[in-house]
């Protein structure tokens, strides 16, 4: 099974900028449609970027449309998320899953999930 790990959270003020990282082992990440998704104390996990597996094309939620963007490198099998602007409402722990079904990541259900790495952004 696809096993994915998280990393490049932070501390970090508003305004500021990180890149979070989602590697991949066990399987290439070409083969899986990869999401990234958010969670904030007391509030539902929230899908905020998703990048398929067919052609590379990306969904983002409305809250970080224009501040956030996701990109792969396959040939080190990562997947990132590059978060500018930050707002203290994007404090979360924030987690990647991978899918091979773009459809099965869409709802939430992916097979595969990291442990989440914590983003905090001070105002």
């Known amino acids: 099974q696809l096993q994915l790990v998280e990393s490049g959270g932070g501390f970090v003020q508003a305004g500021g900028s990180l890149r979070l990282s989602c590697v991949g082992f066990?399987?290439?990440?070409?083969?899986?449609?990869i999401g990234w998704f958010r969670q904030a104390p007391g509030k539902e996990r929230e899908g905020v970027s998703y990048?398929?597996?067919?052609?590379?094309?990306?969904i983002y939620s409305d809250s970080v449309k224009g501040r956030f963007t996701v990109s792969r490198d396959n040939s080190k099998n990562i997947v990132y998320l590059q978060m500018d602007n930050l707002k203290p409402e994007d404090t979360g722990v924030y987690s990647c899953?991978?899918?091979?079904?773009?459809?099965?990541?869409?709802?939430?259900?992916?097979?595969?999930w990291g442990r989440g790495t914590q983003v905090t952004v001070s105002s």
């Open positions: 899953a991978g899918d091979v079904s773009y459809g099965v990541l869409l709802s939430g259900q992916a097979r595969s």
């Open positions: 066990g399987f290439s990440l070409n083969y899986y449609a």
């Open positions: 990048i398929s597996n067919n052609d590379n094309s990306t």
